[in-house]
C-alpha cells in the first residue's frame, strides 16, 4: 500500500473566502453579531447598584433570563461572583452532605467537581467517570441520591443527550453545571433543581459573573440543611435558616459590574431578536452540523464525541485521525496557529486538558456563513503542516 505523500506546503493553495469574523474561542465567546460598544451607552456607570436604577437593572437580566429560557416562575434566579465557578461552588458548599452524592464527569470541569467534593468537602461520593469523547452510564446514576454533573461538557464536546434519565421521583437533588448548554440547548427545568450557567459563553456576555437557578427542592434544602462546615460570606444563600430572596431579586452578594450587566441586557435583547431560545438552538445547530458534515466528507479529521446522540452543539471538540501524523499536539498546534495567523480562526486549540485537536465554538453568536468560510481553510492548514511535517522529515 502507497500512502500519498503531500506537496510542498508552500504549494497548497489558500481559499479565497474569509470568515467576516474569526473569533471561534469557547469562552469568552463571540459577541453577538449586531455588537458594538454604542449598544452599552446606557450602562449604569458610577451608580450604586443598590440605587433603583441598578436594580432595576439586575432585575431586568433576571426577569429577561427566565423569560428567554423559559424558567418556571416558582424558580430562584441569582446573579452571583465568580462566573460558573463561583455558582457551581456555592451549590456544592451550600447544598451537599446531606447524603450521599454521585459525581458524573467526562470531561475536566466534571472532574474539577469531584475533586471539590471528595478531597475539599470530603463528603460521601461514589464517582462515575468517562474518558474524553465517551459519557458515563447514565442508566445507573441512583437518584436517592444527590447528582452532579455537567449538561454539555466544554472541553470534551459531549452532552447528556436529553434528560430522560433523570428520575421525576428522585429523592436527591439534582445539580447542573449548564454553561455551555443555556441558550443552546434544551433543559427540562422539572428535572434539575439547581442550573448553572455563566455570561460568557452563548451569549457571548462579559466574564466575571454567574447566574444560580434554584428549584423550589433546592430552596427547602437550603433552609432545612444547615453544612458542617463553615461557609465563607460569598457562599452563603441563608440567613436564619430562611432564604436570603433579595440575592434573587437583584440585590447580590457584591458589587456587579454594571457595565457587564448592560451587556448582558443587549446580549438578551439579542437573542429575543433572533427568535429567543428557539432560534438560539436552531443557529448553534446550524453551526455544528456545518463542522460535522465537514468531518464526514473528509477521512483526516473526526468529532471528539463517539456518539452522535452525544455530540454537543456548542463546543465542538475534534481530532486529527490520519495515520501520517507522528505527533498529534504538536500537529494540532501547529494547524491552530496556522489558522490564527491567517486571521481565520482565533484560540480553536483544544483545552489544555482535553487530547490534542481543536475546539470550534458553534453557538447562537456565531454565524454559519463564517463556519462555512473557515472550514476549507481548516483544510489549508491541515495539508500546509502535513507537508511541512514531510519536508522537515
Known amino acids: 500500500m502507497t500512502i500519498e505523500q503531500p506537496a510542498s506546503h508552500d504549494a497548497v493553495r489558500k481559499p479565497e473566502m474569509r470568515p467576516a469574523n474569526p473569533r471561534f474561542s469557547s469562552g469568552p465567546c463571540a459577541k453577538p453579531p449586531t455588537f458594538d460598544l454604542t449598544k452599552l451607552a446606557d450602562a449604569a456607570l458610577g451608580r ?10 439586575l432585575k431586568a437580566a433576571i426577569e429577561g433570563t427566565r423569560e428567554v429560557l423559559g424558567i418556571p416562575a416558582d424558580y430562584k434566579i441569582g446573579i452571583v461572583p465568580a462566573s460558573d465557578t463561583g455558582a457551581v461552588e456555592m451549590a456544592l458548599w451550600s447544598l451537599l452532605g446531606e447524603r450521599k452524592v454521585e459525581m458524573l464527569a467526562w470531561e475536566s ?6 475533586t471539590d ?28 441520591h444527590d447528582v452532579v454533573f455537567t449538561w454539555n461538557g466544554t472541553t470534551s464536546g459531549v452532552r447528556v443527550p436529553n434528560g430522560d434519565w433523570i428520575a421525576d421521583d428522585r429523592q436527591g437533588l439534582t445539580i447542573c453545571d449548564a454553561t455551555s ?15 448553572t450557567f455563566s455570561w460568557q459563553k452563548v451569549l457571548g456576555g462579559e466574564a466575571a459573573h454567574g447566574m444560580l437557578i434554584l428549584s423550589p427542592r433546592a430552596v427547602e434544602r437550603l433552609e432545612s440543611y444547615t453544612p458542617a462546615w463553615p461557609l465563607p460570606k460569598i457562599f452563603r444563600l441563608t440567613k436564619g435558616g430562611k432564604l436570603i430572596d433579595g440575592i434573587f431579586t437583584g440585590a447580590t452578594i457584591n458589587t456587579p459590574s454594571m457595565l457587564a450587566v448592560e451587556d448582558y441586557l443587549f446580549a438578551l435583547d439579542w437573542a429575543r431578536s433572533v427568535g429567543g431560545l428557539q432560534g438560539l438552538i436552531g443557529r448553534a445547530d446550524a453551526n455544528a452540523g456545518a463542522v460535522h458534515a465537514f468531518c464526514e466528507q473528509n477521512g483526516w479529521i473526526a468529532n471528539l464525541a463517539d456518539d452522535p446522540a452525544t455530540q454537543s452543539n456548542t463546543s465542538v471538540c475534534l481530532k486529527f485521525t490520519d495515520a501520517r501524523i507522528r ?10 496557529k496556522r489558522l490564527e ?22 453557538g447562537g453568536t456565531v454565524e454559519t456563513s463564517d463556519i462555512e468560510a473557515m472550514l476549507p481553510w481548516l483544510a489549508w492548514a491541515f495539508e500546509a503542516e502535513l507537508a511541512a511535517q514531510t519536508e522537515a522529515a
Open 117 to 144: 467534593v471528595v478531597k475539599q468537602l470530603k463528603i460521601d461520593a461514589e464517582v462515575k467517570t468517562a474518558d474524553y469523547g465517551q459519557i458515563i452510564d447514565l442508566a445507573s446514576v441512583d437518584f436517592f
Open 181 to 195: 448548554a443555556a441558550f443552546a440547548m434544551d433543559l427540562p427545568w422539572d428535572k434539575l433543581d439547581v442550573t
Open 327 to 336: 505527533d498529534g499536539a504538536a500537529f494540532a498546534k501547529a494547524v491552530a
Open 109 to 114: 470541569f466534571g472532574a474539577g467537581w469531584i
Open 341 to 362: 495567523a491567517e486571521n481565520i480562526a482565533l484560540d480553536i486549540g483544544a483545552y489544555r486538558d482535553a487530547p490534542a485537536g481543536l475546539r470550534i465554538w458553534c
Open 48 to 57: 450604586s447598584h443598590r440605587a433603583a436604577v441598578g436594580k432595576d437593572k
